[in-house]
């Protein structure tokens, strides 16, 4: 009797009577307050899953990077770049291509993967350069960022950093049209910065994530 | 025994990571309940949709992240809920205060706190569902009452020993799940 039973350390883990951090007391703290606020889990509403296919269909016109050199001389050849595009999703998705609702089709012709700046900062994102018909827009998605000064920036900036280009606030819907004659290949770096709320147009010089357009 | 082998979504788990179009269908059909759950539990149904379609766009992005070893993919995709549910709470003002400042005009810097707590009550409630019916009926004395396991044994008409491993097998399938959970980070 003098060594406790495991299993009886574990039936008091369980009915938090152990430490409330063991991963027993845990899954124990859960399971009783499930039961407590009495959660339920419901069906998701009808049709939400054709929405999801939609955006992911579109998904499939990215061209894969090895595929997709990005070419020094922008015009004519992301035309090239575009129509091969259009080829991959077409096999790619079986022939059913959705794009979302009320936009033109859109095809990716560069993106980066936004890494943390810092080791210390969470986050990660993605962001892509797309040809709207309309012209180029930044396509952005940012996940699990905080903005521990106030607010989320997007900027695109030379390979040196030394010119930066706001686009604004961090949108939900993460879409910017770029100027017309905007060059993005002269402004490859996506970099997300955390700002004040001080009235200060520039750059706060905290970027929390970047990277390159490719 | 393999802390998965109760676990009946390993196939999807592993397909998940590949570029199977499948797998997230099949994520769907086996999660999306939980997910959507998740996210009326913090936003109204519309927004809740909304939350939901992002957290499975984000995962399929996000596929490649995704490590059975590190945890459950239920795990993983109500972690991704979690995140979706807090930055949609974010936008309509609700800003959390920055680390040891004031907090802003009507903000509560508890107020993502509920969020993290339902997270972790739906996930392990909607894993205790796919026990099988002994070990759920084991764990919910364990959990629930204050019987010992002799007194659970008889109880429940399950020999003693069965008791234990149903406890043991069932808490390390749980526990996998809030792994799951904080591998979304």
Request: aromatic residues 4%; contains cysteine.
């Amino acid at each position: 009797m003098a060594t406790p039973d495991p299993d009886d350390l574990i039936l008091r883990a369980l009915r938090g009577e152990g430490d409330p951090d063991d991963p027993t007391g845990r899954v124990g703290r859960a399971l009783r307050g499930a039961v407590d606020d009495d959660v339920v889990v419901e069906p998701p509403p009808a049709g939400l899953w054709d929405r999801i296919e939609e955006v992911v269909a579109g998904d499939a016109r990215v061209v894969p990077l090895d595929r997709a050199r990005p070419p020094r001389r922008r015009a004519a050849r992301w035309l090239a770049v575009a129509a091969a595009a259009v080829v991959v999703a077409v096999l790619a998705t079986v022939g059913v291509v959705a794009t979302r609702s009320g936009d033109a089709p859109s095809d990716v012709i560069a993106r980066a993967d936004l890494e943390p700046v810092d080791a210390v900062v969470a986050g990660w994102g993605e962001a892509q350069l797309v040809e709207t018909g309309d012209g180029l827009a930044l396509q952005v998605e940012v996940v699990d960022l905080d903005a521990p000064a106030g607010y989320l920036e997007l900027w695109l900036a030379s390979p040196d950093v030394s010119s930066l280009i706001s686009l604004g606030p961090l949108r939900r819907d993460g879409r910017y049209e770029l100027p017309p004659g905007f060059d993005p290949g002269a402004n490859p770096v996506v970099d997300v910065s955390d700002e004040q709320l001080d009235g200060n147009p520039g750059h706060g010089g905290v970027s929390l994530l970047r990277g390159v357009l490719t | 025994v393999p802390r998965r082998a109760l676990e009946t979504d390993d196939e999807l788990e592993r397909r998940f990571g590949t570029d199977d179009p499948d797998a997230l269908r099949d994520a769907y059909e086996a999660h999306g309940g939980l997910v959507f759950s998740l996210c009326a539990r913090s936003l109204d149904r519309e927004s809740a949709a909304d939350a939901t379609q992002e957290v499975f766009v984000a995962a399929w992005r996000a596929r490649s992240r995704y490590d059975p070893a590190r945890g459950s993919l239920r795990g993983w995709l109500v972690g991704i809920a979690r995140h979706k549910v807090v930055d949609a709470l974010r936008a309509r003002g609700a800003r959390p205060a920055p680390a040891g400042g004031e907090p802003r005009d009507g903000a509560d810097p508890r107020a993502e706190r509920p969020v993290d707590r339902v997270a972790e009550q739906l996930l392990v409630a909607d894993a205790l569902a796919q026990l099988g019916p002994r070990p759920r009926a084991v764990l919910e004395l364990a959990f629930y009452s204050s019987l010992t396991h002799e007194e659970i044994a008889t109880r429940t008409g399950v020999p003693l020993g069965t008791v234990k491993s149903d406890i043991r097998r069932s808490l390390a399938s749980l526990r996998r799940h809030l792994e799951g959970l904080d591998g979304y980070a």
